[in-house]
T-cell receptor, first 114, second 111 residues
Framework: DAGVIQSPRHEVTEMGQEVTLRCKPI?????LFWYRQTMMRGLELLIY????????DSGMPEDRFSAKMPNASFSTLKIQPSEPRDSAVYFC????????????FGNGTRLTVT | RKEVEQDPGPFNVPEGATVAFNCTYS??????FFWYRQDCRKEPKLLMS???SGNEDGRFTAQLNRASQYISLLIRDSKLSDSATYLC????????????FGKGNQVVVIP
């Protein structure tokens, strides 16, 4: 099992540029989550999908953030335009949609916006 | 009140000693509880689920106290490799899929 795959591992960009993060969940998992982690705020849920449908996007900071899941094996998180305060580690995770099903995380994307 | 609260520490533990810490949660309807381990600059990984009756996995013991709304993790015979941040995870407001993470308990095992 390849696990959750994220790309890129690192992204350094200038303020104002568009950033796209990518995620491939574990095959067979029907729930997908995007988290952001910073020292100050810890792990924050941005959005999650169930069967490719966005269920809860209340954690998305503002309109600059958007996420899509066009099929069961791929999701993107886009920031446009990016700002320095978006610098963080962004994790994608997937799970089965059932009680007590744990999350499996990808390696994360470390984003630095200068 | 935050959904999940943990004392960040650090918890400095002599090698071979026992360390324990708690995590409190706010949603009395929560049904799923986990401990995750996160190493520096790595992703969180599942350490163990927490069951109502309590459960052990080797040197690790997890307990759930629904009345007081906390879960605990105890590590016996600490190893240097146990140094990590331990994240408490609870399904929070909004249903089963919405897992809320604490900020973690940082454990440093000292030789």
């Amino acid at each position: 099992d390849a696990g959750v795959i994220q790309s890129p591992r690192h992204e350094v960009t200038e303020m104002g540029q568009e950033v796209t993060l990518r995620c491939k969940p574990i095959s067979g998992h029907n729930s997908l989550f995007w988290y952001r982690q910073t020292m100050m705020r810890g792990l924050e849920l941005l959005i999650y999908f169930n069967n490719n449908v966005p269920i809860d996007d209340s954690g998305m900071p503002e309109d600059r953030f958007s996420a899509k899941m066009p099929n069961a094996s791929f999701s993107t998180l886009k920031i446009q335009p990016s700002e320095p305060r978006d610098s963080a580690v962004y994790f994608c995770a997937s799970s089965l949609d059932r009680n007590n099903s744990p999350l499996h995380f990808g390696n994360g994307t470390r984003l630095t916006v200068t | 009140r935050k959904e999940v609260e943990q004392d960040p520490g650090p918890f400095n533990v002599p090698e071979g000693a026992t360390v324990a810490f708690n995590c409190t949660y706010s949603n009395s309807a929560s049904q799923s509880f986990f401990w995750y381990r996160q190493d520096c600059r790595k992703e969180p990984k599942l350490l163990m689920s927490v069951y109502s009756s309590g459960n052990e996995d080797g040197r690790f013991t997890a307990q759930l106290n629904r009345a007081s709304q906390y879960i605990s993790l105890l590590i016996r015979d600490s190893k240097l490799s146990d140094s990590a941040t331990y994240l408490c995870v609870v399904n929070g407001q909004g249903g089963n899929n919405r897992l809320a993470f604490g900020k973690g308990n940082q454990v440093v095992v000292i030789p």
